[in-house]
């Protein structure tokens, strides 16, 4: 069984940086695709980044672009997020997502199939 687990986040101020990890459990890792999404109080879930199985073809929400950075050591079977210039805005549950079976990322939450508990990132002003 495939499990995900997120870990980085915690409180900073406005225009800080954050870097958040995603530890995913089985053989798989390396062959499928994973995400980011983020989940503020009151609103829907919204799609962050994803990148592809080998870690190109990063692709990122436009709210986030430029700001935020995507990537994946097979080797350890993480992703990451790193955030920059961080907003109030941003303040918000951040998940792990990782498909099955997918070798590209794709936006829909529904392409992803095991998704991490969350992990609470919270932005100052």
């Known amino acids: 069984q495939v499990q995900v687990k997120e870990s980085g986040g915690g409180l900073v101020q406005t225009g800080d940086s954050l870097k958040l990890s995603c530890v995913v459990s089985g053989p798989t890792f390396s062959s499928n695709a994973m995400a980011w999404f983020r989940q503020a109080p009151g609103n829907k879930r919204e799609f962050v980044a994803s990148?592809?199985?080998?870690?190109?073809?990063?692709d990122y929400g436009d709210s986030v672009k430029g700001r935020f950075t995507i990537s994946r050591d097979n080797a350890k079977s993480t992703v990451f997020l790193q955030m920059i210039d961080l907003k109030p805005e941003g303040t918000a549950v951040y998940y792990c997502a990782a498909a099955r079976g997918r070798t590209i990322g794709a936006r829909p939450e529904a392409w992803y199939a095991d998704w991490g508990q969350g992990t609470q990132v919270t932005v100052s002003s």
């Open positions: 990148i592809n199985y080998s870690g190109g073809v990063p």
